[in-house]
């Protein structure tokens, strides 16, 4: 399409800012409605493989990434007493690098500095309040007052997609999977030059990731009641308890866990929408329809290039249906194959059952994996 399409963008996370800037930059309108009151990024830090990056690098931030970041290229495999049983260079995409550690934060300021700059507009502390399509578009009502008519609503709007109830009810919404996430900010050991990820037989797994020059985060995942939730005063204990098999630099990374508050902790489940992602002009993306278990660091990495191929999509497309009917058919096998994979890995990691169609996927494995992921999405 030539023509400078209208686009309202429900989420200013990750994926939604991605999608800001890349549609700004092709001199489309942009409107992102965040209902947060103000920028802020829960959770600790994360991982941007290379796939990740490479979207960087088209929207233009990789260098703020990296300068805001800790850059890597070697995956450390350790034994639950902390002896290194593997070295594994990461792939990379084109001349992205292999890998960086980013805290949340930081990169929610780099997309929302740049969605600026390419001339979207970012409304805060608001959300959908109503939505009408007719053939040629939706009039959209925020509860901040805004009204606008748009080409296209995108729903980069999470897990907890308010957008995906507003499509189908509660037909998909999150599946708990058994296990949750337990993560703290640490100032970073000298010897953490990328991730080191600490296995065995303990039905877990640790790992430390840098994330600046100064930090690291140690994070684990633990089989948990869907109800339970850690204990605001003693949070660090408790996370102490569970990891009490392991030595080593994870050991040596808990002796430095002291104030409960500093402990995130979330639940991991999982999306799967299997109907189309879109209805009509209206789409989901992201975590919106296809949340996975973070267990290839591909979660955020499917929502940028979700971003990037839809801009693309309509770059190539004559209507807005045509691009997303073409946009659903490149992301979905990619971002669903993720999704199966991450879940075996997690099973097989923890030492759940796994289906005979999670041992094909397990052939893989996660060096494979990354193969995968750095070929063209």
């Avoid at 959770?43 to 960087?56: D, E, T």
């Avoid at 058994?178 to 900010?185: K, L, P, Q, S, Y």
């Avoid at 975590?287 to 801009?311: C, F, N, Y």
């Amino acid at each position: 399409m030539t023509s400078p399409l209208r686009v309202l963008v429900h989420g200013g996370g990750i994926g939604g800012l991605t999608l800001a800037t890349a549609l700004a930059e092709r001199g489309h309108h942009v409107d992102v409605a965040e209902l947060r009151d103000q920028l802020e990024a829960l959770g600790v830090g994360i991982i941007q493989p290379s796939n990740a990056l490479h979207v960087m690098r088209e929207i233009g931030v990789l260098d703020d990434c990296l300068a805001a970041g800790f850059e890597w290229d070697v995956l450390t495999i350790c034994d639950p007493a902390g002896a290194t049983l593997a070295k594994i260079p990461q792939p990379r995409m084109g001349d992205a690098p292999s890998n960086n550690g980013i805290p949340r934060p930081a990169l929610a300021q780099v997309l929302a500095t740049a969605a600026t700059r390419a001339g979207a507009t970012l409304r805060f502390g608001t959300t959908i309040a109503d939505l009408t399509e007719d053939a040629d578009g939706v009039d959209a009502t925020l509860t901040d007052g805004h009204r606008g008519r748009y080409d296209l609503v995108v729903g980069f709007d999470g897990i907890g997609s308010p957008l995906r109830k507003r499509l189908y009810g509660e037909k998909y919404a999150p599946e708990y999977t058994g296990f949750a996430n337990w993560r703290v900010t640490l100032p970073r050991s000298p010897e953490v030059q990328g991730v080191v990820m600490s296995t065995g037989n303990l039905k877990a797994k640790a790992l430390l990731t840098p994330i600046t020059d100064d930090l690291m985060y140690l994070g684990s995942v633990f089989a948990e009641a869907e109800d339970f939730r850690p204990d605001p005063g003693h949070a660090h204990e408790q996370l102490a308890e569970r990891l009490a098999g392991f030595g080593g630099p994870i050991a040596e990374a808990l002796a430095q866990v002291t104030d409960p508050s500093a402990v995130v902790y979330s639940r991991i489940s999982q999306v799967s929408v299997e109907e189309p992602w879109h209805v009509g002009r209206i789409v989901l993306a992201g975590d919106a329809a296809h949340a996975s278990t973070p267990h290839l660091a591909q979660g955020a990495a499917m929502a940028v290039e979700d971003a990037l191929v839809l801009a693309q999509s309509l770059d190539a497309a004559e209507t807005v249906p045509a691009a997303l009917a073409a946009w659903e058919a490149r992301r979905r096998p990619r971002a669903m194959w993720v999704q199966a994979l991450s879940r075996a890995v997690l099973k097989q990691e923890t030492g759940t059952p796994t289906t005979p169609e999670e041992d094909e996927l397990l052939k893989v494995g996660i060096p494979g994996a990354a193969h995968v992921l750095v070929q063209p999405y």
